[in-house]
């Protein structure tokens, strides 16, 4: 098997100045990737910014011996998605790799949330990943090539509490990729996401000291690399991604029912055959916290 390698190419990475975006920056620059890490550099609820943090880890890729450029521009707009686009043409003439990365937290549970905590949310995760995605999108239209990877997340995908916010967000950048694959698909853009868990300042104090010592963010980064690679498959498709454990989350249909009575009674009393899955090999996670304990699991088996 040869080295995946990234020479000559231009990478994006929002949210890179630490956790999962740093770990995700180094390995594409190991891999000889030309990098932008952007980062506004503020707290885990979005409070405040910063240039340092985005610098910290251009200096670190620098002193690795590879190539990068720091951007502090905020995803939360259009006009930051342009200026983070254009930073990445400025400094290095292209752009074949976006990692929609970064992040912020507003938890409450939905009765108590008010209006700027779901404002503030999805203007980061789902706005932003739009914002940044489309520029991006439109350069890689035109030049025929281009990976972009999204973060999702299980609190969207099978439900968290108090995460109504960054929930509904996460689940919307899983539609996100399905549509941008499919638009993607003749023009050699290929779009996936990841729905990761991994030991980070977002996730401190939840994880546990058992799984998050398992859970480095740096075990999330060879998937993000294999899906911005000109050798990626795969299109449209979500991963979750834990400390070396992969498996692929996806929408499904059952084969479903037809009633000759169409009515809400009968719909009652096949309900069980509605939602009847035939294919055994896979597990429907009731929540965030029914799938963390799964994925413990599998990884306590192989310690
Ligand atoms: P983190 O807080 O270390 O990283 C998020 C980064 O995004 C920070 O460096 C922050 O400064 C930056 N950021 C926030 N708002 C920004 C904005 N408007 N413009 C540019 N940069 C901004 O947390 P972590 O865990 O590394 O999160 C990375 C991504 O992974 C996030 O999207 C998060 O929601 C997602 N995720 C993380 C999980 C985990 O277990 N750590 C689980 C599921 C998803």
């Known amino acids: 098997m040869s080295d995946l390698r990234f020479d000559g190419r231009v990478a994006i990475i929002t949210g890179a100045g630490g956790g999962l975006g740093r770990c995700h920056a180094l390995e594409l620059a190991r891999r000889g990737a030309q990098v932008l890490v952007n980062d506004l550099g503020g707290a885990v609820?979005?409070?405040?910014?910063?240039?340092?943090?985005?610098?910290?880890?251009?200096?670190?890729?620098?002193?690795?011996?590879?190539?990068?450029?720091?951007?502090?521009?905020?995803?939360?707009?259009?006009?930051g998605g342009q200026a983070i686009v254009q930073a990445a043409i400025d400094a290095f003439g292209r752009v074949d790799v976006l990692v929609n990365n970064a992040g912020i937290l507003r938890d409450k549970a939905f009765h108590?949330?008010?209006?700027?905590?779901?404002?503030?949310?999805?203007?980061?995760?789902?706005?932003?990943?739009?914002?940044?995605?489309?520029?991006?999108?439109?350069?890689?239209?035109?030049?025929?090539?281009?990976?972009?990877?999204?973060?999702?997340?299980?609190?969207?995908?099978?439900?968290?509490?108090?995460?109504?916010?960054?929930?509904?967000?996460?689940?919307?950048?899983?539609?996100?990729?399905?549509?941008?694959?499919?638009?993607?698909?003749?023009?050699?853009?290929?779009?996936?996401?990841?729905a990761p868990i991994a030991a980070t300042r977002m996730t401190q104090d939840i994880l546990g000291d058992q799984l998050a010592a398992k859970v480095s963010p740096e075990s999330v980064s060879p998937l993000v690399a294999y899906l911005a690679h000109e050798e990626c498959a795969v299109t449209g498709h979500v991963y979750s991604v834990a400390g070396g454990r992969i498996a692929r989350i996806f929408v499904a249909e059952t084969s479903g029912i037809v009633?000759?009575?169409?009515?809400?009674?009968?719909?009652?009393?096949?309900?069980?055959q509605m939602d009847k899955m035939d294919v055994e090999d896979y597990y429907e996670p009731s929540s965030l916290e029914d799938q963390t304990t799964i994925i413990a699991k599998a990884l306590a088996a192989v310690s």
């Open 112 to 194: 108590k949330m008010d209006h700027t905590m779901i404002d503030a949310v999805i203007d980061v995760h789902l706005k932003g990943a739009m914002y940044v995605s489309q520029p991006a999108f439109t350069l890689m239209r035109e030049q025929g090539y281009g990976r972009i990877i999204s973060t999702s997340s299980a609190s969207g995908l099978f439900g968290n509490f108090g995460q109504a916010n960054y929930g509904a967000a996460k689940a919307g950048l899983a539609g996100l990729t399905r549509v941008l694959g499919i638009e993607g698909a003749a023009h050699g853009i290929k779009v996936n996401a990841i």
């Open 45 to 79: 609820d979005g409070s405040g910014s910063s240039a340092s943090a985005a610098q910290r880890v251009v200096d670190e890729i620098t002193a690795l011996g590879g190539i990068a450029a720091p951007n502090h521009d905020s995803v939360a707009t259009p006009q």
């Open 259 to 272: 009633l000759a009575d169409n009515t809400a009674e009968a719909i009652q009393s096949h309900l069980a």
